[in-house]
């Protein structure tokens, strides 16, 4: 007769908190940078004011397009170490350059 033992670690989830929770939390930040920069931005130019409806539609999705990078990078932060490290490091300049993207895409105006 064998024994098996289960490890403690092959019970343990990967992800500690939902994909849904990580894509909210990018898309509230997105949605508040963009706030902030609208708001200190100053007078927009004359003219129609549905241009403001495109921003707040890419900014929001390219903060929940961070998030889901986030989420993906987990495996690598649960290996601890240097891989905890760049995975931070990657979950970061991948959300400042999608976030940067959308910024652009949506507030360039009609002109």
């Not at 601890?80 to 350059?97: C, D, E, P």
């Amino acid at each position: 007769m064998t024994m098996t033992t289960k490890s403690a670690s092959a019970n343990t989830p990967i992800h500690l908190r939902p994909l849904r929770s990580r894509m909210l939390l990018g898309a509230g930040i997105a949605t508040t940078l963009l706030l902030i920069f609208m708001i200190i931005g100053g007078k927009p130019n004359p003219g129609p004011k549905t241009w403001m409806i495109l921003p707040f539609l890419t900014v929001p999705f390219g903060g929940a397009l961070g998030g889901l990078v986030y989420y993906l990078l987990d495996f690598m932060r649960y290996q601890g170490g240097w891989r905890k490290s760049l995975a931070n490091v990657l979950s970061l300049l991948i959300y400042i350059l999608l976030l940067a993207a959308t910024l652009i895409v949506g507030l360039n105006g009609p002109d």
